[in-house]
C-alpha cells in the first residue's frame, strides 16, 4: 500500500464520520494524541573507516518504528495557527544495507523529533471538517545509541593488529525544514479525529568507535540521510 493512499484512506474515514461542530476561533488550542509511525526513506554514504579506507558497498538503513505522538496547536486567527509535534521516543533498527544486506541488526537508536510548523486551515471557520497544511522547522535528536555483536565482528575483521571486542555508536543531531498534511474532523464542540503526516528533511552524521578493551583503535563514519514520513491517526480536543 502507497504512503499516499495510506493517508487518502485513513482521512476519508474520518470525512465519512463528520458531523456538525462549532468553530475555530482566534486563541483556541487543539490537543491531538494517537499512534505516530516514522517510516524512514533512508540513504548512506560507504562506511569510511581511518584504518580501513572507504569500505565499497558497506552501507545502512534505518528501519521504521511507532510510538505515541502529541500534538498542539494554538489558533492565531480562525486560518492561522501555530502547531507542535512531540512524542514519546522512537526506538530505531539500524540494519546494513549494499554489502551488508545481509547481514541484520547492526545497532539501533532512541530519537525525539520535535517540529514546530505555521499552519493554515483553508476551510470557512465553521466548518466542522478542517484540512490543514503547515511548513516549519525539525530538531532531531538522538540518544541511547547501541551497537550490536554483527557490527563489532565485521569491523574486528578488517582491523589488523588489535582484536576489537567493543564499539560505540554516536549520531549528530539534525535540523532541518518539516512539511505536514492533516485533518480534524470535529464530532462536537471539544472533541473530534484527527489524521496527519509529516515529511521532514532529516540527517545525521555516525561516527562508529572500535575498542579494544578501553582503547580505540579505529574510527569510521557515515552520514545517513533519514528524511521519513511520519503517519499519525488519533483524538483532538479543543480548549
Known amino acids: 500500500?502507497?504512503?499516499?493512499?495510506?493517508?487518502?484512506?485513513?482521512?476519508?474515514?474520518?470525512?465519512?464520520?463528520?458531523?456538525?461542530?462549532?468553530?475555530?476561533?482566534?486563541?483556541?488550542?487543539?490537543?491531538?494524541?494517537?499512534?505516530?509511525?516514522?517510516?524512514?526513506?533512508?540513504?548512506?554514504?560507504?562506511?569510511?573507516?581511518?584504518?580501513?579506507?572507504?569500505?565499497?558497498g558497506w552501507r545502512v538503513d534505518v528501519q521504521s518504528a511507532t510510538a505515541l505522538g502529541i500534538t498542539a496547536t494554538y489558533m492565531l486567527t480562525s486560518h492561522i495557527g501555530v502547531g507542535l509535534l512531540a512524542s514519546t521516543p522512537f526506538k530505531h533498527d539500524i540494519v546494513g544495507a549494499g554489502v551488508l544486506g545481509g547481514a541484520g541488526k547492526l545497532a539501533e537508536t532512541k530519537h525525539l523529533p520535535p517540529t514546530l510548523t505555521l499552519q493554515y486551515f483553508p476551510m470557512p471557520s465553521g466548518s466542522n471538517i478542517q484540512p490543514y497544511a503547515g511548513v516549519g522547522v525539525n530538531y532531531t535528536i538522538f540518544f541511547d545509541e547501541q551497537t550490536t555483536g554483527t557490527l563489532t565482528g565485521a569491523i574486528d575483521q578488517g582491523v589488523s593488529g588489535a582484536l576489537v571486542d567493543s564499539t560505540e555508536l554516536r549520531l549528530e543531531d539534525s535540523i532541518g525544514l518539516a512539511a505536514e498534511?492533516?485533518?480534524?474532523?470535529?464530532l462536537d464542540s471539544n472533541f473530534g479525529l484527527n489524521a496527519a503526516v509529516w515529511w521532514a528533511d532529516i540527517d545525521t552524521d555516525g561516527t562508529i568507535i572500535a575498542r579494544e578493551g578501553n582503547t580505540a583503535v579505529d574510527a569510521a563514519f557515515v552520514d545517513v540521510d533519514i528524511d521519513p514520513l511520519v503517519y499519525m491517526i488519533g483524538f483532538t480536543y479543543r480548549f
Request: avoid cysteine.
Open 1 to 56: 500500500m502507497s504512503r499516499s493512499f495510506q493517508f487518502g484512506f485513513l482521512a476519508a474515514g474520518l470525512l465519512a464520520a463528520a458531523p456538525l461542530a462549532q468553530a475555530y476561533e482566534s486563541g483556541d488550542v487543539l490537543l491531538r494524541a494517537g499512534p505516530a509511525l516514522v517510516d524512514p526513506d533512508a540513504t548512506s554514504t560507504d562506511i569510511n573507516s581511518q584504518g580501513l579506507g572507504v569500505l565499497d
Open 181 to 186: 498534511l492533516g485533518v480534524d474532523v470535529m
